[in-house]
């Protein structure tokens, strides 16, 4: 008996170890209603965390310490107020902050390079400047850059009397400008699109272009566009699509292996039911396509992931979110089942819109911004919305093309007028992926559920606050360290930030 009790009690100490495993720290709320604040998450430095801040005219970076304790906010008042968006390039010591400003019918595209104190290392430069007409977009300007950020790309791109004029301006780390380049050609706005735009480590941009044989269909034809680093050289590559159609075409470079990742899923006929995944993979070095199938969806997964209805329809709301390069020139790729629901309208939610629209509140138009992480609330641009966040899906793809396994993550959210708290994030630890995500926003606790490199699924403790009223924000999370992530939240309608250390 004293030996059952001892054991009960080793077991009962044992429990809070277990539990704490995950230590998350919370920074004091913001003042400021979240609806309000724009924000992103810009890294790590050293033992401090930055993050940028947004509302309505005020733009300032918040330094928090490594307890989540506020150091300092520091203004940047050399921003004008009429500025449309700011981009950020982070370093291990440094980060550039790229912003759009207009002053009268001009756009004025600035750069500056800051410390991890927030202190001006330059003044603000002019990269680019451009004249507008009057009515038309003006945020025009874009950045992305590669992965190992020794190449940053900034270019505009604007669309005007069925014109496509795209300006491209490549500098290096240190942004001292390498070369310029310029695309002029004949678009149609209603039957094509630009999109994917990415830089390659050797400084190479390619971007997709689709094409759709009428409006609102589905895409008929694929394109692969190449810019050579120090070329002002445009080339289209046809990607052949035997008949079929797609949509939600997503592009990732394998930097380590060469070459282009191409995913789309694809129907047999027009506006039809997903069928499966295209997979198609160019070499960079011989400058074509080495693997082009298509991988049916089989009924067993289909299954699995539908939540009802028949099974023909079970991916019809599933959008690629991610694709992540394993070393071995293999990959993952996720997608999510999504939909939402306008009360106020008398049209239905449709896939056309949600991917093509240029009236949609999530479509930039002529701004792209691959980086997932940059908030702006859109509640107030689609009141009496339902947004729906449903199951995910995970592809294994094997160096060749093949597809090695598929695991379907159960989940079902919800969530009227934002779907800030909704969706997942992934984060890479220890040859695992997590995907962290709210189950049930009001219990705020987080599910985390990691999948092997052989595909088994493991659910491991939830993420838990001991402090009550903070409500977690996973899909706008970010990774800052080998088991270190920073995760939005809102507490009482104000925004907060948690740290969590695995």
Same mark, same amino acid.
């Given at each position: 008996?004293?030996?059952?009790?001892? /054991?009960?009690? @080793?077991?009962?100490?044992?429990?809070?170890?277990?539990?704490?495993?995950?230590?998350?720290?919370? &920074?004091?709320?913001?003042?400021?209603?979240?609806?309000?604040?724009?924000?992103?998450?810009?890294?790590? *430095?050293?033992?401090?965390?930055?993050?940028?801040?947004?509302?309505? &005219?005020?733009?300032?970076?918040?330094?928090?310490?490594?307890?989540?304790?506020?150091?300092?906010?520091?203004?940047?008042?050399?921003?004008?107020?009429?500025?449309?968006?700011?981009?950020?390039?982070?370093?291990?010591?440094?980060? %550039?902050?790229?912003?759009?400003?207009?002053?009268?019918?001009?756009?004025?595209?600035?750069?500056?390079?800051?410390?991890?104190?927030?202190?001006?290392?330059?003044?603000?430069?002019?990269?680019?400047?451009?004249?507008?007409?009057?009515?038309?977009?003006?945020?025009? %300007?874009?950045?992305?850059?590669?992965?190992?950020?020794?190449?940053?790309? =900034?270019?505009?791109?604007?669309?005007? *009397? !069925?014109?496509?004029?795209?300006?491209?301006?490549?500098?290096?780390?240190?942004?001292?400008?390498? /070369?310029?380049?310029?695309?002029?050609?004949?678009?149609?706005?209603?039957?094509?699109? %630009?999109d994917n735009f990415s830089l390659a480590n050797d400084g190479s941009l390619v971007f997709t272009h689709e094409r759709q044989s009428g409006f609102r269909?589905? $895409?008929?034809?694929?394109?692969?566009?190449?810019?050579?680093?120090?070329?002002?050289?445009?080339?289209?590559?046809? @990607?052949?699509?035997?008949?079929?159609?797609?949509?939600?075409?997503?592009?990732?470079?394998?930097?380590?292996?060469?070459?282009?990742?191409?995913?789309?899923?694809?129907?047999?006929?027009?506006?039809?039911?997903?069928?499966?995944?295209?997979?198609?993979?160019?070499?960079?070095?011989?400058?074509?396509?080495?693997? $082009?199938?298509?991988?049916?969806?089989?009924?067993?997964?289909?299954?699995?992931?539908?939540?009802?209805?028949?099974?023909?329809?079970?991916?019809?709301d599933f959008f690629i979110r991610q694709v992540i390069v394993k070393r071995d020139g293999g990959y993952l790729l996720t997608a999510e089942d999504f939909?939402?629901?306008?009360?106020? $309208?008398?049209?239905?939610?449709?896939?056309?819109?949600?991917?093509?629209?240029? %009236? +949609?509140?999530?479509?930039?138009?002529?701004?792209?911004?691959p980086y997932t992480g940059y908030y702006r609330p859109l509640g107030s641009y689609r009141e009496s919305t339902r947004y729906y966040y449903e199951n995910?899906? =995970?592809?294994?793809?094997?160096?060749?093309?093949?597809?090695?396994?598929?695991?379907?993550?159960?989940?079902? !959210?919800?969530?009227?007028?934002?779907? &800030?708290?909704?969706?997942?994030?992934?984060?890479?630890?220890?040859?695992?992926?997590? *995907?962290?995500?709210?189950?049930?926003?009001?219990?705020?606790? @987080?599910?985390?559920?990691?999948?092997?490199?052989?595909?088994?699924?493991?659910?491991?403790?939830?993420?838990?606050?001991?402090?009550?009223? +903070?409500?977690?924000?996973?899909?706008? /999370?970010?990774?800052?360290?080998?088991?270190?992530? @920073?995760?939005?939240?809102?507490?009482?309608?104000?925004?907060?930030?948690?740290?969590?250390?695995?």
């Open positions: 008996m004293k030996r059952a009790c001892l /054991s009960f009690v @080793i077991f009962l100490l044992s429990v809070p170890v277990f539990l704490s495993a995950q230590n998350i720290s919370f &920074s004091d709320a913001d003042r400021e209603n979240i609806e309000d604040v724009n924000f992103e998450i810009i890294g790590k *430095f050293s033992n401090k965390i930055l993050v940028y801040k947004n509302i309505r &005219s005020n733009h300032r970076i918040t330094m928090y310490d490594q307890d989540m304790n506020t150091i300092k906010n520091v203004n940047l008042d050399f921003v004008p107020s009429r500025t449309y968006n700011i981009d950020f390039v982070a370093y291990a010591d440094h980060f %550039y902050m790229v912003y759009q400003y207009q002053k009268n019918s001009i756009i004025h595209c600035m750069a500056v390079k800051m410390n991890a104190e927030v202190e001006k290392l330059t003044t603000p430069v002019e990269i680019d400047s451009t004249r507008i007409p009057v009515m038309t977009d003006n945020k025009i %300007y874009s950045l992305i850059h590669s992965e190992d950020r020794q190449r940053i790309m =900034v270019f505009k791109i604007q669309t005007r *009397f !069925q014109r496509y004029d795209m300006v491209t301006l490549l500098f290096d780390k240190d942004l001292t400008l390498l /070369s310029k380049g310029r695309l002029v050609t004949d678009y149609n706005e209603r039957r094509e699109g %630009y269909d589905n $895409s008929s034809s694929l394109e692969l566009v190449n810019k050579p680093a120090l070329l002002d050289k445009f080339t289209y590559e046809t @990607i052949d699509l035997e008949g079929k159609y797609i949509d939600n075409v997503k592009l990732k470079i394998d930097n380590l292996n060469s070459r282009y990742i191409i995913n789309t899923f694809y129907y047999k006929k027009n506006r039809g039911n997903i069928e499966g995944l295209f997979i198609c993979l160019w070499d960079k070095t011989t400058a074509k396509t080495t693997i $082009s199938q298509f991988a049916v969806f089989a009924d067993e997964l289909r299954d699995e992931a539908k939540r009802s209805g028949q099974l023909r329809y079970a991916f019809d939909t939402s629901d306008t009360r106020s $309208s008398s049209s239905s939610w449709n896939r056309w819109d949600y991917l093509y629209s240029p %009236y +949609y509140p999530s479509s930039g138009y002529n701004y792209y911004n995910i899906l =995970v592809l294994s793809v094997s160096r060749e093309g093949k597809i090695e396994w598929s695991r379907i993550i159960q989940k079902d !959210q919800f969530d009227d007028n934002t779907d &800030s708290f909704l969706s997942f994030s992934t984060m890479t630890m220890s040859g695992e992926i997590h *995907f962290l995500f709210n189950n049930d926003r009001k219990n705020q606790i @987080i599910t985390d559920q990691s999948i092997l490199p052989d595909g088994s699924v493991k659910r491991n403790p939830t993420l838990k606050s001991q402090e009550r009223g +903070y409500e977690f924000m996973p899909g706008l /999370s970010k990774q800052v360290g080998a088991r270190q992530l @920073i995760i939005p939240c809102s507490r009482r309608g104000n925004l907060s930030f948690a740290r969590i250390d695995f």
